[in-house]
């Protein structure tokens, strides 16, 4: 392989692919071989580490980071390593440190966020020990291994999603136990290019849980197809609403991320979803959402009825938002496509009576419409949706732009 030299380092081998004139092939091949060898490192109870020398940037020439079980972000690290060579960066592979045990006391205090800088490229966000945590966790969250998430996530808060998602696809691999918090299925796609589904449950806390586990992961885009409160006198039960933007009185967040923190869906995504929509000729509104914590807001009903009426949102649920703001947190294309199944300011609230008939009506639709914008995600977009919107200021980019800094 051009350009590329295995030598003995300490107990390990380092793996370092040297800039060079390579073809389509070639690439391929110094790729696997450096992943070969992150499995390899992780298997010998170490953290791998990847160090990138990247000749065209003035300010930021070299980054790093270490993984654990770098087999659960083989698909990013693939994409995102391909790039970094055909730009002719210099790419190496090696044993950083040991492997910290769950029961170390050294590892809990490795977990902490304040730690880390959120600025870095978003390949190397998440300490190894964070890593070796939340892919622990989504297992046991989920019911199935980190490994089988596909790059595109949807998530719902209703059991129905998860049957018309297995209708759909009755080959997806589905959680290995019963009685899961927030069990997951995936149509698995070669390259990971498929989809997950992930039955969240009711509430901010479900939702702030999954995502901060499943960033580690790197996703593409993560789309909340839930069911909302209409807040408009014309909406129908059944209409859909994108959101535009997010009203956040979830407070899950908060301490990390402010609440006048501007957090917007991915321009682009809604795009699609927008045209979705369109294709399938149905009746939607586009908007702010409202995400509140409170069930039974109704009950109280002053503070957060002015709320609504200041932001003109118009829907209301208990999860958007969330999911958004950390999507925003860790730089992941998201968006929100919500199907109204009540209209608690207009007589209409959510009863048992006619909730069945409902739900049969509108989940195929609703997962139908999702599942052709991800489609045209990876036709336009095969290496992962634009995210200038999600970078930080100062955050150095992939490969060789002539802005990069």
Known sequence: MTGSRLVPASEH???EQAPGTLSGPEVEDAV???LDALDAVHEDGWYPAVDVLRPWSRHNPRISGEFARPRAVRGYLHRELSSLVRSGATVTVRASRPAVAFDDPDFFAALDEDRFDLRVKKLFLFGPERMALSLDRLSHYCGTPAESFERHVLFTNYAMHVESFRERFPDSEGPDRDGVQMPAWHHRRPGGDGVSLVNIGVGPANAKTVTDHLAVLRPDTMIMIGHCGGLRNRQELGDFVLATAYQRADHVLDEVLPADVPVIPNHRLNTYLLDALDTAGSTYRLGVVHTTDNR???????STLARM??????????ESATIAANGFRYRIPNATLLCV??????????L???????YETSKRRHLGIALAALDRVRREHPGGLPGHDLRSPDEPLLGATPDEH
């Open 352 to 358: 048992a009576g006619g909730a069945r008939d409902f």
């Open 309 to 318: 009426r200041a932001s003109r949102s118009v829907a209301v649920d208990m």
């Open 13 to 15: 081998a380092v793996v």
């Open 32 to 34: 696997e071989r450096l």
């Open 341 to 350: 199944s009540d209209k608690p300011l207009h007589a209409a609230p959510k």
């Open 296 to 302: 039974n807001w109704e009950l109280n009903q002053s």
